[in-house]
């Protein structure tokens, strides 16, 4: 248990499908990330949240959409994806969000695009 | 930009044997840096970290000295187990980067009973 839980575990989606990733952390924390992990690339950070506000977003296609409504909570919804949006998508949070911080990661959700 | 290299895997091991898994990197100003693990079938956990040269970082058995000389950080253990088993993951984090961890490709070790 590492007080980030990720619901689904995994998720079996078309490419016209609307779904949602949802992560809860108990831990307190105020930084919030969503991280994915895909078999031909290394970990690729994809949003932070601080204190609910979005303080990076790498060049992340627009079908992906993130929400955080509260500093327990980070949505990703998911809309249009494509086959090579196929990965593991990892939730995560840090006590807040700067240099030295230790990251704790959720057990993801497994994402297969069909 | 800044960057990890860890060595190519996959490493395989009989138990008891030592284990080093090499990780260079390259970063602007004084990176934290940090070694994960992820099981089977899990996400992440965090393994040992680092935030300033010469520190050493230990868990479970496992160390890395955090080499600012050689931008190294490798992980050793001295005896690895059947359980340890899994893939690692060598990390860095820059000032200012906003929790941005640039990771390596990561190194899958299989030990053998």
């Known amino acids: 248990e590492t007080g980030v839980t990720q619901t689904p575990r995994h998720l079996v989606m078309g490419m016209t499908n609307k779904k949602s990733l949802k992560c809860e952390q108990h831990?307190?924390?105020?930084?919030m990330y969503w991280y994915k992990q895909s078999a031909k690339k290394p970990l690729e950070l994809m949003f932070v949240?601080?204190?609910?506000?979005?303080?990076e977003n790498n060049s992340v296609p627009s079908r992906f959409s993130p929400e955080c409504p509260n500093s327990s909570h980070l949505f990703l919804h998911l809309h249009t994806l494509q086959p090579e949006d196929s990965a593991l998508y990892l939730c995560?949070?840090?006590?807040?969000?700067?240099?030295?911080?230790?990251?704790?990661f959720g057990e993801g959700s497994w994402l297969t695009v069909v | 930009g800044d960057s990890v290299t860890q060595m190519e895997g996959p490493v395989t091991l009989s138990e008891e044997a030592f284990l080093t898994i090499n990780c260079t990197y390259t970063?602007?100003?004084?990176?934290?840096l940090f070694w994960y693990v992820q099981y089977p079938g899990e996400g992440l956990q965090l393994l040992l970290k680092?935030?300033?040269?010469?520190d050493k970082g230990s868990n479970k058995g496992f160390e890395a000295t955090y080499r600012k000389e050689t931008t190294s950080f490798h992980l050793e253990k001295g005896s690895v187990q059947v359980s340890d088993s899994a893939v690692y993951f060598c990390?860095?984090?820059?000032?200012?980067?906003?929790?941005?961890?640039?990771f390596g490709k990561g190194t899958k070790l299989s030990v053998k009973p």
């Open positions: 680092a935030t300033k040269a010469d």
């Open positions: 831990l307190g924390h105020n930084a």
């Open positions: 995560a949070s840090s006590q807040d969000s700067g240099n030295g911080n230790t990251i704790y």
């Open positions: 970063a602007t100003g004084y990176p934290s």
């Open positions: 990390a860095l984090s820059v000032r200012g980067s906003q929790g941005n961890l640039i």
């Open positions: 949240y601080s204190l609910e506000e979005r303080v």
